[in-house]
């Protein structure tokens, strides 16, 4: 009966590996999205989880200029935290003045997004998924126009500070979240 009970116990603890999340007993924190070189800026939305305190549990939005607004502790300037680093600043905010050991997860639910421009079939604002590459964009907006140049893009891109830069792009360059994409038009 021992060896039945362990072979059960060692299956649990192999699905939550495949599944990301904790194995039953395990320390809580598992999140939805937890990348570790994900900056969160403005328009990202997070599910925040405070354990044992359902009062500051929800849904949170950062505003346009990166900043979290949270109960208790007030604003957080999270513009290009990591969620691991924000976890840690509301811990830090939390304890020991409002909570004793205070036990909080980051998840991110929603990217901002991103936008494509120029010579695209429908150009405007998607959401971000994760991994996506110029063309995969260019898909997305409806492929080309027929004035497009399918080889010429640049993305307009911000950095931590808010100052925004241009960078010269293939169809294989990563787009972020908040990227400008442009497809150029072609000369003839």
Do not use: C, W
Not at 11 to 23: D, E, F, H, K
Not at 102 to 107: I, L, N, Q, R
């Amino acid at each position: 009966m021992a060896a039945i009970a362990t072979g059960v116990a060692g299956m649990r603890g192999a699905l939550a590996q495949v599944s990301g999340s904790p194995p039953p007993g395990g320390a809580p924190g598992a999140t939805i999205d937890r990348s570790s070189d994900y900056k969160l800026g403005g328009g990202d939305r997070m599910r925040i989880i405070v354990y044992g305190q359902a009062n500051l549990t929800g849904e949170y939005a950062l505003d346009g200029g990166g900043v979290l607004s949270f109960p208790l502790i007030g604003q957080v300037q999270a513009m290009g935290m990591t969620p691991g680093q924000l976890e840690r600043t509301i811990v830090s905010r939390l304890h020991p003045d409002y909570l004793k050991n205070p036990s909080v997860s980051v998840e991110v639910m929603t990217r901002r997004p991103f936008y494509i421009v120029g010579e695209v079939r429908n150009p405007g604002s998607y959401p971000y998924v994760a991994g996506m590459t110029v063309i995969n964009a260019i898909a997305l907006a409806g492929g080309f126009t027929y004035r497009a140049r399918e080889s010429s893009f640049y993305i307009k891109r911000n950095d931590k500070s808010g100052q925004s830069s241009r960078l010269d792009a293939n169809q294989e360059t990563p787009v972020q979240p908040g990227d400008v994409v442009m497809v150029r038009e072609r000369y003839f």
